[in-house]
């Protein structure tokens, strides 16, 4: 089955600069690669999506980046701020069926004031 | 936050005890979810179901059982199977479609302790 992995799991950066996290996965066939932002004690929550006929997709300072081939998406953040602050997954729909959805570990991204 | 809710918030339990948690979903959606969250790791899928009365194990459903006899509801009970039960446990929804790409919607949770 689909297996996801995620780096690092921990990033820390100044406000105001950027940060990426990187995920990869095994099974070519998946094609749906949503992010998540879980706060501290709350619910995981949607933040941006990309489906595998794009390469790019920018949401305000938040972008993702697809590549196929290599099987490799990554999660852009600009200009962060302090509430970007959280535990950010990635996902990415495997080939059981299409509600499979399997996470990466998590990336816990502090940012300092 | 409201549409997809579980309860209790906390929830202990002393060993050799099963107990169920509650999952409700007022979205109208096919599918149901749970996982379960251990820190520094992801969410591991346990069951899942995409129609009433139907249900498919995760990845990690050994210890667990769930039931679907109405589309809002798919409570999960923890049995006394499960070795290692303490976690915190996710709910989440989703349409059924032909498309991939199904959103997820996630309850607040509900941290479990084992006594």
């Known amino acids: 089955g689909e297996n996801v992995e995620q780096h690092p799991s921990t990033l820390s950066v100044q406000e105001g600069d950027s940060a990426v996290i990187k995920c990869t996965y095994s099974d070519s066939a998946s094609n749906y690669f949503p992010w998540y932002k879980q706060e501290l004690g709350k619910r995981p929550q949607l933040i941006i999506d990309?489906?595998?006929?794009?390469g790019e997709k920018k949401d305000q300072r938040i972008a993702v980046t697809l590549n196929k081939t290599a099987k490799h998406f990554s999660l852009h953040i600009t200009e962060t701020q302090p509430e970007d602050s959280a535990v950010y997954f990635c996902a990415a729909i495997g080939v059981r069926n299409n509600n499979d959805m399997r996470f990466g570990a998590g990336t816990r991204l502090t940012v300092k004031p | 936050d409201g549409g997809i809710t579980q309860s209790p918030k906390y929830l202990f339990r002393k060993e050799g005890q099963n107990v169920t948690l509650s999952c409700e979903q007022n979205?109208?959606?096919?599918?149901m979810y749970w996982y379960r969250q251990d820190p520094g790791q992801g969410l591991r899928l346990i069951y899942y179901s995409q129609i009433v009365n139907d249900f498919q194990k995760g990845d990690i459903a050994e210890g667990y059982s769930v039931s679907r006899e109405k589309k809002e509801s798919f409570p999960l009970t923890v049995t006394s199977a499960q070795k290692n039960p303490t976690a915190f446990y996710l709910c989440?929804?989703?349409?059924?479609?032909?498309?991939?790409?199904?959103?997820?919607?996630f309850g607040p949770g509900t941290r479990l302790t084992v006594l």
């Open positions: 979205l109208n959606h096919d599918a």
């Open positions: 989440a929804s989703s349409i059924v479609s032909r498309s991939m790409y199904n959103e997820q919607f």
């Open positions: 990309i489906r595998s006929n794009v």
